[in-house]
Nanobody, 122 residues
């Protein structure tokens, strides 16, 4: 599985951005897709995961109520709609995939995209 993120950019605090993650492969629907982020000098952290099949979505407390993840298995895409952005949301955002499993730990995921930069100015 190859993953490519897009949609990052510079936005003012309170603004919105939508990230996309495009995946290759014919079995996309069998993969849990996670979004993670890494700020300078910090460890990569879990943001949200959409479980394979799309029945469940889990959010980190820090983004609950502000971020919404969705997936389109027919298009092999996952989206992250980010609203009410804060300067502390500034990071490189990565999508990742793991087949038929779920978790919030980075080491669980087998495939990673190259990341897209999100910068929120105050």
């Amino acid at each position: 599985v190859q993953l490519v993120e897009s949609g990052g950019g510079l936005v003012q605090a309170g603004g919105s951005l939508r990230l996309s993650c495009a995946a290759s492969g014919r079995t996309f629907s069998s993969y849990t897709i996670g979004w993670f982020r890494q700020a300078p000098g910090k460890e990569r952290e879990f943001v949200v995961a959409i479980v394979w099949g799309g029945a469940n979505t889990y959010y980190a407390d820090s983004v609950k109520g502000r971020f919404t993840a969705s997936r389109d298995d027919a298009m092999n895409k996952v989206y992250l709609q980010m609203s009410s952005l804060k300067p502390e949301d500034t990071a490189v955002y990565y999508c990742a995939a793991v087949q038929y499993r779920f978790g919030t730990r980075t080491e669980l995921y087998d495939y990673w995209g190259q990341g897209t930069q999100v910068t929120v100015s105050s």
